[in-house]
């Protein structure tokens, strides 16, 4: 079991849906991070939280729109989404007061895009 | 681009140590040595890190050579269930890129 929790675990969606993906963890960790998994592929750095404000964007298309609502909560917003999105999101959050902490990671929503 | 380079694939009789090698020639002199691995359908899991002496924990051990270009994560005693891809990834900060990474195939 992990102590990231991702939620939903699958989520098959239309091109004009709209859609959330959450993340919640109860660490106490300040830093919350957001990966897109393609398959047979390492996960790539979509975007960076840090005390509640995005501090990373790694020129991630609009469609995907974060949200730190809170210091255990992460959202990503989808919207108008293509085929080619359609991935494993993971979530990963970092204890960020203490130097070189390792990330800790959820298990990811699957993402199919109709 | 990732700054590693690590085999493709692996091999391991189960009960054997797996010994994975990871290269980083570029390390620079603040740059921690980190290793995760990610089990089929679940997300990466952290195994061990380290800055330049060898660390050793419940899971593996980290050997990192006195130059620091080079590492080998051990896993003393292979089990099936060690069966993942394996990431060694240098970093100093928030950014971890991840490399392709080794398949370890723990072998019955």
């Known amino acids: 079991d992990t102590e990231v929790t991702q939620t939903p675990k699958h989520l098959v969606m239309g091109m004009t849906n709209k859609k959330s993906l959450k993340c919640e963890q109860h660490?106490?960790?300040?830093?919350m991070y957001w990966y897109k998994q393609k398959a047979k592929k390492p996960p790539e750095l979509m975007f960076v939280?840090?005390?509640?404000?995005?501090?990373i964007n790694e020129s991630v298309p609009s469609r995907f729109s974060p949200e730190c609502p809170n210091s255990s909560l992460l959202n990503l917003h989808l919207h108008a989404l293509q085929p080619e999105d359609s991935a494993l999101y993971l979530c990963?959050?970092?204890?960020?007061?203490?130097?070189?902490?390792?990330?800790?990671f959820g298990d990811g929503t699957r993402l199919s895009i109709l | 681009d990732a700054k590693t380079t690590q085999p493709t694939s692996m091999d391991c009789a189960e009960g054997r140590a797996a010994n994975l090698p990871c290269n980083h020639s570029?390390?620079?002199?603040?740059?921690?040595v980190y290793w995760y691995r990610q089990i089929h359908s679940q997300g990466p899991q952290y195994i061990i890190h380290?800055?330049?002496n060898n660390e050793t924990n419940e899971m593996a051990s980290l050997i990192i050579t006195e130059d620091r270009k080079s590492s080998t994560l051990i896993l003393p005693h292979a089990t099936l269930r060690d069966t993942a891809v394996y990431y060694c990834?240098?970093?100093?900060?928030?950014?971890?890129?991840f490399g392709k990474g080794t398949r370890l195939h723990i072998l019955p």
């Open positions: 990963a959050s970092r204890q960020e007061d203490v130097s070189n902490q390792p990330q800790h």
């Open positions: 660490m106490g960790h300040r830093a």
């Open positions: 939280y840090s005390y509640e404000k995005l501090s």
């Open positions: 570029t390390i620079s002199g603040n740059e921690y």
């Open positions: 380290g800055l330049k």
């Open positions: 990834i240098v970093t100093r900060d928030d950014k971890i890129i």
